[in-house]
């Protein structure tokens, strides 16, 4: 399930209080998660802008 999902159907007012809470539960997991991602993907994204900043550096020196 995708966190747009879990918000439509906590947003619904359908649910029991216990189904609520634990769609809410699985909110949060799903939401650190993507917090984890999210956080590699720019860690990768600064180490190829550095090597890049690197590579032109190396190339303008053989200028």
């Known amino acids: 399930m995708q966190l ?5 159907k906590l947003q619904s ?4 209080l ?7 539960e ?8 993507l ?4 956080s590699v993907a ?3 994204i600064d180490t190829l802008r550095n090597q890049l900043t690197n590579i032109n ?3 303008n020196e053989d200028d």
């Open 4 to 8: 747009e999902e879990v918000t439509i």
């Open 42 to 44: 720019e860690s990768n």
């Open 18 to 24: 216990q189904e609520s809470i634990d769609l809410y």
């Open 57 to 59: 550096l190396d190339s």
């Open 26 to 33: 699985s909110g949060i997991k799903i939401a650190k998660d």
């Open 35 to 38: 917090e984890k991602q999210l």
């Open 13 to 16: 007012g359908s649910l029991t």
